[in-house]
């Protein structure tokens, strides 16, 4: 059975299960090196505002090894936060046939593809994408200095279209992009919640035949939370409420603005095991993000297996792929608080069956993104490596 090395930073919602998943199918063997060190299990989130642990499994149903983290300031925020003597000899101790690396800007990270590259196929998986590029002798700097790090790697599993660019003008061939969907669990988002969403409605005052728009998410200005509760406010549309579930340093800022408007809630930031019922008591969900660094939102594909419209701005990298234009949602203009007003109040003026029939698109669409098809291309990827190889 073929040996596949993964490196990553800490465990991850979203990637933990893939790691398990890949170790239950038994079609090659998996060993995860987590390069935080032991202390990445939990960790502070500047976004929230607190130390995030989560509240299901990561570290269990696949093997993995801590690596000792050396840096005097670790985390993944910057480039020196991820320092390990150690994790090129701990990987050749397994004895790997691939090394699929998540993501090349920490210092270990970059030093593993380098040493790697033309020893064992370097596979690489980031979200990246040219969302935020503006042009410029900056982003001509910036195009050739990572056409100089893609140079390490032989294959890259792109997340979706706009991925895929990126990695193209970072000098990447067709030949080597790989497509294995950015996924989360749609089949635990879509489990049947309804009494408990209809009792959060109850909680928050909201009754069954009102319409609720959520936005779910760190209250920081990359999601941009503000223009989305001014366009509400302004709209003023009966019958409609605001819930904002999270946490972040735009909190305060929300809450005053919105004091005088009893259609608009707060619930602080609900861990994974609950928010099924967040999603699953709104009609409406929206990610107003404008960047820059919204590469994915997997929030979208969250509130999608959970059979919601959609609304998002084009910063928004999943929305390419997953927000078909008035088919399950709308897409606005990031910054342009006249298009997001319009696009809202198209929404808002529909009624619940018809957001209903949106939201079922929205379930139908999402089901090809899930953690199978993810996996599957990994183990499609490792078997074209042994066969080049041999």
């Known amino acids: 059975m073929k040996k596949l090395a993964i490196i990553i930073t800490h465990p991850i919602q979203y990637y933990a299960p893939i790691f398990k998943l890949l170790y239950e199918r038994q079609k090659i063997n998996i060993m995860v090196f987590y390069t935080w060190g032991a202390g990445g299990a939990q960790k502070f989130d500047p976004g929230f505002g607190k130390n995030i642990s989560w509240d299901i499994p990561l570290l269990e149903g696949y093997p993995y090894e801590w690596v000792k983290n050396i ?6 925020h910057h480039s020196k936060g991820i320092d390990n003597p150690d994790l090129i000899n701990q990987i050749n101790t397994w004895k790997p046939d691939a090394v699929l690396v998540y993501g090349w800007f920490y210092k270990s990270h970059h030093k593993a593809l380098k040493y790697f590259k033309g020893r064992i196929p370097v596979i690489f998986r980031g979200d990246s994408t040219l969302l935020d590029d503006s042009g410029g002798i900056k982003s001509l700097l910036r195009s050739l200095f990572l056409k100089r790090v893609y140079r390490h790697v032989d294959y890259a599993l792109y997340t979706g279209s706009n991925n895929k660019a990126y990695f193209k003008k970072c000098g990447l061939k067709e030949s080597q992009l790989f497509f294995a969907p950015h996924a989360v669990d749609n089949n635990r988002f879509a489990a049947d919640r309804a009494d408990e969403a209809l009792a959060l409605r109850d909680q928050l005052g909201i009754a069954r035949d009102e319409k609720l728009l959520l936005f779910a998410g760190k209250f920081e200005n990359k999601k941009d939370p503000l223009p989305l509760l001014e366009a509400f406010i ?13 946490n972040g340093i735009l909190e305060i800022e929300l809450k005053n603005k919105a004091s ?3 259609n608009i809630h707060f619930i602080d930031f609900q861990n994974q095991l609950n928010m099924p019922v967040v999603y699953q008591a709104c009609d409406i969900f929206c990610l107003p993000s404008k960047g820059p660094g919204e590469t994915w939102g997997l929030a979208v594909n969250e509130a999608m297996a959970c059979s919601k419209t959609i609304l998002i701005s084009n910063k928004v990298g999943a929305g390419t792929d997953l927000v078909k234009d008035s088919k399950n949602g709308l897409i606005f203009n990031a910054g342009d608080a006249a298009d997001l007003k319009i696009k809202l109040k198209t929404l808002l003026l529909y009624n619940k069956t018809a957001l209903f029939t949106m939201g079922q698109h929205s379930k139908q669409i999402i089901a090809d993104w899930s953690f199978d098809k993810q996996v599957e291309a990994i183990e499609q990827l490792i078997n074209k490596c042994s066969k080049a190889n041999r």
């Open 260 to 262: 005088q408007h009893k």
């Open 71 to 76: 840096s005097l300031d670790p985390g993944s």
């Open 234 to 246: 302004n709209i003023k549309e009966p019958d409609t409420h605001l819930l904002f579930a999270g």
